[in-house]
Structure formats: structure tokens, C-alpha cells
């Protein structure tokens, strides 16, 4: 009975702490500054947070997984609507451009993201899950979808 209480105060100090982290993390907007791993469809890529001279911030990959079509040439981002940026190479998409930081709301919001898998560009609201995990929620009228991006050390 010792052990099992001891466990159980542990798993609530762990989640406490993860909490009070990502509160923390979200309580400041130069914090999303960073490297980040994202999972999507099965597919892997690496994105770059900066901040722009405006004070907004911008997330671009700068990796993909599977950067090489079957022919072994540089993937490009063919379902852009833009036609102009069809043939940027996906490890260079800008997903996300003018990314504020809302002090109230504690979250990034205020933009678009576009996800290059569709082509399609969605209203965004970040926040941090936990220390190392970014939750990022794009929607369109209110229909939306999570992503989550694993902040990386490189």
C-alpha cells in the first residue's frame, strides 16, 4: 500500500511539474524560439522558429524526411495555392509568417499555418503542451486538427 501511494505522489508531482512548465513556457513569446521535430501523416520534418524584425515570428522547415521524389529529385511544394511558390523545395516551406505573441491569452495566435500535405492555409493558435511539446491547432470555420511539434536540440 506504501509503494502504490508513493507512485501515485510521484505521477502527481511529475504532472504538476509538466504543468506549471508549460505555463511557464507559455507566459513569454520569444519561448516558442526554437528547433522543432514534426510527425505528420507518417512523415517526419524539422522547423525553425525565428523572430522577424516586426516582432512576429515565423516557422519554416528546413528538413523533410523524405526530401527526394522516385526520380531522386528535391520534392517541391506543388500543391501551394500560390502557383509562384510551387516550385520552392518542401525542406524550405514557410508554414507559418506574422505569428503574434498574445500575452493574455498566453498562446501564439493571430495568422495563418498552411500545411503543404494539402495545400490548404488554416487559422493557428500555439501553445506549449508541456516543456518540449508544442501543441499547434489549425482550423478553418471552426473545424480543426492538432499537430504536435518536439522541441529538438541542434
Known amino acids: 500500500m506504501y509503494k502504490m501511494k508513493k507512485i501515485i505522489f510521484t505521477l502527481i508531482c511529475a504532472l504538476v511539474t509538466l504543468t506549471v512548465s508549460a505555463q511557464d513556457l507559455n507566459s513569454k513569446g520569444d519561448n516558442i524560439l526554437g528547433n522543432y521535430l514534426s510527425l505528420k501523416d507518417g512523415s517526419k520534418s524539422k522547423i525553425k522558429i525565428t523572430k522577424a524584425a516586426d516582432g512576429t515570428y515565423t516557422a519554416q522547415v528546413y528538413w523533410v524526411e523524405k526530401a527526394l ?12 495555392p500560390d502557383k509562384s511558390l510551387r516550385n520552392v523545395d518542401l525542406d524550405k ?13 498566453k498562446e501564439w ?7 503543404p500535405g494539402s495545400g490548404k492555409i488554416y487559422s493557428v493558435d500555439i501553445e506549449f503542451k508541456d516543456a518540449k511539446t508544442l501543441k499547434v491547432y489549425g482550423n478553418i470555420l471552426g473545424i480543426g486538427k492538432t499537430v504536435y511539434w518536439t522541441r529538438i536540440e541542434e
Open 109 to 115: 495566435t493571430d495568422t495563418k499555418i498552411y500545411d
Open 93 to 105: 516551406v514557410i508554414l507559418v509568417k506574422g505569428l503574434k505573441y498574445d500575452a493574455d491569452d
Open 69 to 80: 521524389d522516385a526520380n531522386g529529385n528535391k520534392r517541391k511544394d506543388v500543391k501551394n
